[in-house]
């Protein structure tokens, strides 16, 4: 059975770099039959997808915040890490990282690690 | 950037009655269209993708249809667990932005 586990702090200081790595069991994400991704849902609010990468080195991002976003990959591990550079209280949310098909759809999701923006 | 608007914001109804919750994209997004049911503390579940193949484990009264531009979640007859919120999420093509519609509340009446 794939899981998908988040990892990583859950408070970050303003204009620092919120920096989590999801571990995959059950799956590796060399797999050719699917994407990773992160996908994140602030407080009360709904869904946003941040970026996505496939196993050739593809990586996809919102461009909303593409100019702060990098998804990388470590194969030795069977993990993928996301880091998010100068947050802001905005960035405040739960992180889920999720397993995608080729259309994009999530079908294995981690169950999500909530980050907090502050000082 | 596709932007999808859900209808209703807020649906209520008594279980077993039926629920039709309806997503709109601002382009043609074929049928790269998937629904998720999320509960209060929990990760979304993915129930329908490609506009209407159910995911394996859900129960057959949930289903999907449409294309293009308009589609709809249908709830058969409803159960206490299906009291969530429900996302529809598209992916027209790996260079533009998966988004998310804003949510439909399916609330007891």
């Known amino acids: 059975q794939l899981q998908l586990q988040e990892s990583g702090p859950g408070l970050v200081k303003p204009s620092e770099t919120l920096s989590l790595t999801c571990t995959v069991s059950g799956g590796s994400v060399s797999s050719s039959s699917f994407y990773w991704g992160w996908i994140r849902q602030p407080p009360g609010k709904g869904l946003e997808w941040i970026g996505s990468?496939?196993?050739?080195?593809?990586?996809y991002y919102n461009p909303s915040l593409k100019s702060r976003v990098n998804i990388s990959v470590d194969t030795s591990k069977n993990q993928f890490s996301l880091k998010l550079r100068s947050v802001t209280a905005a960035d405040t949310a739960v992180y889920y990282c999720?397993?995608?098909?080729?259309?994009?759809?999530?079908?294995?999701w981690g169950q999500g690690t909530l980050v907090s923006v502050s000082s | 950037e596709v932007v999808l608007t859900q209808s209703p914001a807020t649906l209520s109804l008594s279980p077993g009655e039926r629920a039709t919750l309806s997503c709109r994209a601002s382009?043609?997004?074929?049928?790269?269209l998937a629904w998720y049911q999320q509960k209060p503390g929990q990760a979304p579940r993915l129930l329908i993708y490609d506009a209407s193949n159910r995911a394996t484990g859900v129960p057959a009264r949930f289903s999907g249809s449409g294309s293009g531009t308009d589609f709809t979640l249908t709830i058969s007859s409803l159960e206490p667990e299906d009291f969530a919120v429900y996302y529809c999420q598209q992916r027209s093509n790996w260079l533009t932005p998966i988004t998310f519609g804003q949510g439909t509340r399916l609330e007891i009446k």
């Open positions: 990468f496939y196993y050739i080195g593809s990586t």
């Open positions: 999720v397993r995608q098909r080729g259309t994009g759809y999530g079908d294995y």
């Open positions: 382009q043609r997004v074929s049928t790269y």
